[in-house]
């Protein structure tokens, strides 16, 4: 049981390259997030999916897209990278959104946009 | 919106010392408020969850208080040891939206 994976783990990136970080989770949840770190602040949840085939923004989703075709995979994609994109990336996921439910966090992936 | 402010940024105590750390959040309608743990360069990991009807949650050695009313919770952690040395974070869950404080950055020294 592996729980939350990220791929990949590190990227740099030049201003305007495009790129799709994976998320993946074989804890049958239903829910999954797409949340962003920068130095001194906390989590800011970028875009965010209720179950298969459903995406919704959160706080900061300008400049980033997002897919979830299969229920364990929650994909977040950049399509022209900016610097101020640079940032830690954390995919999380849960059972649901009820008062009992944590998330579950994968290892991060950390992202450098020159 | 959500504001969640964590109280203080740093903390630095000897080991075996009794500590505190505080969260406040500005909007009182909460589902439940989480305590999580995260090591340099590793996801996060969650410690203790408070649904809004309650008012602490323990584990092991950690305790957890929440205060709706004033918008405050506090994490106790008792007979600290270097092994506790990470950054706290809190976070309150309202809806589909989960809001993150900052973090406190704990070091436990031996």
């Known amino acids: 049981n592996a729980g939350v994976t990220q791929t990949p783990k590190f990227r740099v990136l030049k201003t305007g390259q495009s790129m799709t970080l994976l998320c993946a989770q074989d804890?049958?949840?239903?829910?999954m997030y797409w949340y962003r770190q920068d130095p001194g602040m906390g989590l800011r949840l970028i875009h965010y999916?209720?179950?298969?085939?459903?995406?919704a923004k959160g706080e900061v989703p300008d400049g980033y897209n997002v897919s979830r075709l299969k229920k364990q995979n929650f994909l977040l994609g950049l399509e022209s990278a900016a610097p101020s994109q640079t940032s830690v990336y954390f995919c999380?996921?849960?059972?649901?959104?009820?008062?009992?439910?944590?998330?579950?966090f994968g290892p991060g992936t950390r992202l450098t946009v020159l | 919106k959500q504001e969640v402010t964590q109280i203080p940024a740093a903390l630095s105590v000897p080991e075996g010392e009794n500590l505190v750390l505080n969260c406040s959040f500005t909007?009182?309608?909460?589902?439940?408020l989480q305590w999580f743990r995260q090591d340099p360069g590793k996801g996060l990991t969650s410690l203790l969850l408070?649904?809004?009807?309650?008012r602490e949650q323990t584990s092991g050695r950690l305790n957890a208080s929440l205060d709706k009313s004033s918008g405050r919770s506090t994490l106790y952690i008792a007979a600290s040891q270097p092994g506790d040395s990470a950054t706290y974070l809190c976070?309150?869950?309202?809806?589909?939206?989960?809001?993150f404080g900052a973090g406190t950055r704990l070091t436990v020294k031996p």
């Open positions: 408070i649904q809004s009807s309650q």
């Open positions: 999916s209720v179950g298969e085939g459903t995406t």
């Open positions: 999380a996921s849960s059972y649901s959104s009820g008062d009992t439910d944590t998330q579950y």
């Open positions: 909007d009182s309608a909460i589902y439940n």
């Open positions: 804890m049958n949840h239903e829910y």
């Open positions: 976070a309150v869950l309202r809806g589909d939206d989960m809001r």
